[in-house]
């Protein structure tokens, strides 16, 4: 390819394409394979400027060439964005969109919708754009993720609510719950998953995009894995001959009354995985067990929410460890 100078002093490459001359302009002397590169991708433009396909259709594609390998919460959650995002912006020709777009699209969805959901809006908008328009560099700019102060339930409150749970349907899966298991593992077990004293927890309960409840895999691969509970817990169940079969929705009900019932804040099921690694970390648990017992991929959500100590344990560390620093800081003072 010719490379061409121009008295300017910069450099140009010239390119005839379908009886229209093209032309890339570079400040200094282009390699003849970056020079290569750079009319490729500018008659790439020019390809996709003669591509019609909605937004919506694109979604609808991306969505069904993924229904086998994500999860149908994933799917379900896709679904969902397809529904909210403005009807201008699923019927823009997709080869059209600017970063510009999406950015006043993401402007409209924080009006109405929290900032997680349109994080998770806007991935599946770049996910789209990245697989039919992958020259286009997207650059938006998101609403402010909001910092959440966990509760943390003591211990209690928790044992409160298991007193009261006692001989219901709801006190296994409210002590599987402190035991680090998701409400979706829970409903998702059965007696011939505990071996022993030890359960394997390998599937869970979710609503697939249709609104029905299915079995599948586990969450993650790290959600794979095996918890050792008590010899009286696994007796309850072997007595009961089950774990729980009733409607997912019904156990988080169940906690809300008894908490109204005993005078307990209100805290979902999922803060009693809250209670259950913050306990770990109070009993000096090394952080890599408790990932490997809770089930959790990486150190972010220990981070971010569940590293928190119990109580006045929590704070006689803090008085251990303030008191450590004060000596440090004016142990050479009067």
Not at 221 to 242: C, D, H, L
Request: charged share 30%; aromatic share 8%.
């Amino acid at each position: 390819m010719k490379i061409e100078k121009l008295p300017s002093g910069s450099y140009r490459i010239r390119k005839m394409y379908k009886g229209q001359m093209y032309t890339v302009t570079f400040d200094a002397k282009p390699t003849q394979k970056e020079a290569m590169l750079a009319m490729a991708a500018e008659l790439e433009k020019v390809q996709e400027k003669h591509q019609t396909m909605s937004f919506q259709t694109a979604g609808n594609e991306y969505i069904a060439s993924k229904r086998n390998v994500l999860s149908p919460t994933t799917i379900r959650g896709y679904n969902s964005a397809m529904r909210t995002i403005s009807k201008e912006f699923l019927k823009k020709n997709i080869y059209d969109i600017t970063a510009l777009d999406i950015q006043t699209e993401v402007n409209c969805l924080t009006k109405s919708r929290s900032p997680k959901t349109v994080r998770n809006y806007h991935g599946f908008i770049s996910a789209v754009m990245g697989t039919f328009r992958p020259s286009l560099k997207v650059c938006t700019t998101l609403p402010q993720k909001i910092k959440n102060d966990p509760y943390i339930p003591t211990d209690e409150e928790v044992q409160r609510i298991l007193a009261h749970a006692e001989g219901t349907e709801y006190e296994i899966p409210l002590i599987l719950a402190c035991y680090g298991l998701r409400r979706s593992e829970i409903c998702a077990l059965t007696p011939e998953d505990i071996d022993g004293d030890v359960v394997r927890i390998c599937k869970a309960k979710v609503l697939d995009e249709n609104e029905e409840w299915v079995t599948k895999t586990t969450k993650t691969t790290a959600s794979t894995r095996e918890i050792v509970v008590p010899p009286e817990i696994v007796g309850k169940i072997r007595q009961r001959g089950y774990i729980y079969k009733g409607h997912p929705n019904c156990i988080t009900n169940y906690l809300k009354k008894t908490e109204d019932i005993l005078g307990i804040p209100r805290f979902p099921l999922h803060k009693l995985r809250h209670y259950f690694a913050s306990k770990m970390s109070a009993m000096s648990v090394p952080e890599e067990d408790i990932m490997r017992f809770g089930g959790w991929e990486t150190d972010h959500v220990m981070k971010g929410v569940y590293r928190h100590a119990m109580g006045d344990e929590n704070r006689k560390r803090q008085r251990e460890a303030s008191e450590k620093l004060r000596n440090a800081i004016f142990k050479n003072l009067s």
